[in-house]
């Protein structure tokens, strides 16, 4: 069902527009969500308590 929301249906068939909106919401979501926390962890990895950015992690982390 949430592929025909992302491929445009025509709204007057028999589907029940309810569960359309719930499953776009539940995709948006999730994706917010997966966002913000790929950013906190990022931000709490990376910085320390006083708000200084660790360079040594991301210089362990480069191509020598």
Known sequence: MSVKILEGINLGQKINTRWLFVITFAIASASAL???????LTW?????????????????????
């Open 34 to 40: 997966g966002t913000l926390g790929v950013v906190l």
């Open 44 to 64: 709490i990895a990376l910085t320390t308590l006083n708000h200084q950015l660790k360079i040594e992690i991301i210089n362990s982390h480069r191509k020598k």
